[in-house]
């Protein structure tokens, strides 16, 4: 299944990797894409996988998690998302 978490202070590679790492790192996980246009990490994983988990994995990497839901792929985050950057 596909989770996507909306990461809004990813801003440059450095980020990127860190936040793909951190979830790669979850049991489970099989992939873990970071969009820094959209400000949102996609990550492919098991059934098992909680979302609870993934979220945790991204604050335990340092940054802030505003929104998560499964949903398929393609599909365009919150605008809230958007109306909360600067
Ligand atoms: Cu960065």
């Known amino acids: 299944m596909t989770t996507v978490l909306a990461v809004p202070e990813m801003s440059c590679g450095h980020c990127k990797s860190t936040v793909e790492g951190a979830l790669t ?48 792929p393609g599909v365009q985050p919150p605008s809230a998302i958007r109306a909360t950057r600067p």
């Open 25 to 72: 790192s979850v049991e489970g996980v099989d992939h873990a894409r970071v969009d820094l246009d959209a400000k949102t990490v996609t990550i492919d994983h098991s059934d098992g996988v909680d979302g609870a988990s993934l979220r945790q994995a991204v604050i335990d990497a340092g940054y802030t998690v505003t929104e998560g839901a499964c949903r398929p």
